[in-house]
């Protein structure tokens, strides 16, 4: 990837995929692989859905902005039930258990100013029509997220 200037990004998924979808868990697992690297080579990205249970979150997310890793933020919310495709329970932000707030502070002081990605992936949603998708989506990232950058 590096001869071809091309950056690879790493995610890391909630460890309930561990068994079938992943390898990475953490933050911080992300870090200690893209940490022999450079920061243009391999970067990591902070998606929400995936790691706000991390306890060590902070220390990582400031750890990767130091780094100059984070390559993307990624933002929906954790939901309950899951659905019978643990993937497909992702909520619009503020319907869950993820503290928007606190992480997305984080993320603006550890340096980051890129692009934030809303990435619900949840068939009810889906299945709404288009307008009000975006409209609840803007309303949303407005009231949990844009105030915290």
Sequence with gaps: ???HGVRLVLEALHPMFAADRAVISTLGQALDLAEP???ETVGVVVDTYHVWWDPDLERQIARAGAEGRIAGYQ?????LPLADD???SRGYMGDGFVDFATITRW???AGYTGDV?????NQAIWDQPG???VATVAERYRRHVLPFL
Aim: proline share 4%; net charge negative.
């Design 1 to 3: 990837a590096q001869e």
């Design 37 to 39: 690297f450079p920061a």
């Design 75 to 79: 933002v929906c919310d954790f939901l």
């Design 86 to 88: 643990a993937l497909l």
């Design 107 to 109: 993320v603006g002081q």
């Design 117 to 121: 990605e809303v990435e619900i992936f």
């Design 131 to 133: 307008d009000d998708v």
